[in-house]
């Protein structure tokens, strides 16, 4: 049973700074595709980074330059810092390790959430 853990989430004010980690038990870590999803309240989950098992990364437009997603594959990990935290960014945080043969997704695994909270 794949287990995806994350940690690290929190209340923090406005201009601050949280790092978000996940711990997975995934076997071929370094082969997974890797992504930090989040869920505000009364919307739907949106994607926040993602980064390929080639290192490839892609952020969404509202965090480009304030977050920064990284991976660790011989500690099979995956991290998100979040810099100059805005109220909107308030949400509940996912990762998602997914890995696609061609087109064929053969391992979707996710997390149970962590909470972010922006506020003064």
């Known amino acids: 049973q794949v287990q995806i853990v994350e940690s690290g989430g929190g209340l923090v004010q406005p201009g601050g700074s949280l790092r978000l980690s996940c711990a997975t038990s995934?076997?071929?870590?370094?082969?997974?595709?890797l992504g930090w999803y989040r869920r505000a309240p009364g919307e739907q989950r949106e994607l926040v980074a993602a980064?390929?098992?080639?290192?490839?990364?892609t952020y969404a437009a509202s965090v480009k330059g304030r977050f920064t997603i990284s991976r660790d594959n011989a500690k099979k990990m995956v991290y998100l810092q979040m810099n100059s935290l805005k109220p909107e960014d308030t949400a509940v945080y996912y990762c998602?390790?997914?890995?696609?043969?061609?087109?064929?997704?053969?391992?979707?695994?996710w997390g149970q959430g962590t909470q972010v909270t922006v506020s003064s």
């Open positions: 995934i076997t071929i870590f370094s082969s997974y595709n």
């Open positions: 998602n390790a997914q890995l696609n043969y061609g087109l064929e997704t053969i391992g979707d695994y």
């Open positions: 980064m390929g098992a080639s290192g490839i990364t």
